[in-house]
Every structure is written in structure tokens, then in C-alpha cells.
């Protein structure tokens, strides 16, 4: 099985601009979540979808956004960005149930300049 | 509500010596709780998992974790260091219900050699 894959790797962008991630999580994976990673806020979750509904919602501004397809990829997109939105954003996938753990993705590198 | 706490940031030990990271939940059902691992530039791993099977729990790289629901605690211990454990790890506990994850703030572990 293919892992979960993140697209760009790389992506650098200006404040004020919007950025769209993409995430395809492992075949039959029906839940993705993403995350936000920063060496001074440490890993922060952003929001999970299951069935392309969004299940769990974390502690994040309304300029932080998701989708998911039936096809369970994933998008997240942020809005009018800014310095402090430059971090790893790691997607990570997983099946239904309580002891399943997630997959993750390698992550998108997001830098605003 | 469920919540996890990593006791220490950060974890220094000298190669060859045993290794422990410390991890308390809290819970008010028999949570499922999650090992990751994530090396400088890497991504997340799992390490191992609890899944009620057994208390004692066998995961990669020779770590291994005990479940103690007296102590609702989840410690993570390795026999000898090795510079290539030289990472981050982080404690997760499954919600219940909607089985989102929370996440500890992590661990560095540090190795000297």
C-alpha cells in the first residue's frame, strides 16, 4: 500500500496570500487530520475529516480551512497569510477505531516571506 | 476529558544507559495510548501502541511501554541508548468517542556519547 502522500514538499509564499495543501491518505483511510508544526508551538492539531465531514476542529483562526473528497484526499487551505503561519503542516491518515493509529505524510514546508 | 502529560521537555542520557520518558493520562474510560517518534527532519512514527491486549507493550527499536492504570501512567523505556534514538517522542492518547488523538507536547531525547 502507498503511504500517505503530501503535495507541494515545499512551498513559499508572500504575507496577504492564500495557500492550498493537498493530502492523499492510504487507500481505505477514511479519517485525515492535519497538523501544524513549529519549533516554538511544538504540534498543533488543526482539524480532522472523516467522510468529508469535519469531526474535530482545533484551536485555529477561521483563515485555516479543510476539505475533504469522497475520494477521502484532503485539502487544507489558509487565507491571508502571515509570518506566523511558516511551519511543517503534516497530514496523517487513518482507519475507523479507537486503537488505530495514524499514518503520516512528509509533510508540506510552508515559508512566508 | 481525556488529556496526556510528557513530566519532561527534554531527556539527556548517555549512550548505553537506560532510557526513560515519562508520560500521565488522564482519562475516565481505558484509553488507547500511542508512542510516535519523530527524528530531525523526519516524520512522524509510530514507536508502539496500547491496545488492552497486554499491559506490557513491545514496540520498535527495542522500546517497550507499560500501561499502569493505578498510576495512569504510560512510560516509555529502553534498556541501553543508542545515538540513532536521538529524536522526538510523543505520548497520544485515543479520545473516546469520536477517537480524535491528543497529543503530549513531546520529549526531546538527547544522547551523549
Known amino acids: 500500500k502507498a503511504g500517505v502522500t503530501q503535495t507541494p514538499r515545499y512551498l513559499i509564499k508572500t504575507r496577504g496570500q492564500q495557500v492550498t495543501l493537498s493530502c492523499s491518505p492510504i487507500s481505505g483511510h477514511r479519517s485525515v487530520s492535519w497538523y501544524q508544526q513549529t519549533p516554538g508551538q511544538g504540534l498543533q492539531f488543526l482539524f480532522e475529516?472523516?467522510?468529508?465531514?469535519?469531526?474535530n476542529k482545533g484551536n485555529f483562526p477561521g483563515r485555516f480551512s479543510g476539505r475533504q473528497f469522497s475520494n477521502s484526499r484532503s485539502e487544507m487551505n489558509v487565507s491571508t497569510l502571515e509570518l506566523g503561519d511558516s511551519a511543517l503542516y503534516l497530514c496523517?491518515?487513518?482507519?475507523?477505531?479507537?486503537?488505530?493509529?495514524?499514518?503520516f505524510g512528509p509533510g508540506t514546508r510552508l515559508t512566508v516571506l | 476529558a481525556q488529556s496526556v502529560t510528557q513530566l519532561d521537555s527534554h531527556v539527556s542520557v548517555s549512550e548505553g544507559t537506560p532510557v526513560l520518558l515519562r508520560c500521565n493520562y488522564s482519562?475516565?474510560?481505558?484509553?488507547?495510548l500511542f508512542w510516535y517518534v519523530q527524528h530531525p527532519n523526519k516524520g512522524l512514527q509510530l514507536l508502539l501502541k496500547y491496545t488492552s491486549a497486554a499491559t506490557l507493550v513491545k514496540g520498535i527499536n527495542g522500546f517497550e511501554a507499560e500501561f499502569k492504570k493505578s498510576e495512569t501512567s504510560f512510560h516509555l523505556t529502553k534498556p541501553s541508548a543508542h545515538m540513532s534514538d536521538a529524536a522526538e517522542y510523543f505520548c497520544v492518547v485515543s479520545r473516546e468517542g469520536n477517537y480524535q488523538l491528543i497529543w503530549g507536547a513531546g520529549t526531546k531525547l538527547i544522547i551523549k556519547p
Open positions: 496523517a491518515s487513518r482507519s475507523q477505531g479507537a486503537y488505530n493509529e495514524q499514518f
Open positions: 482519562s475516565s474510560y481505558s484509553p488507547s
Open positions: 475529516y472523516f467522510s468529508e465531514t469535519q469531526r
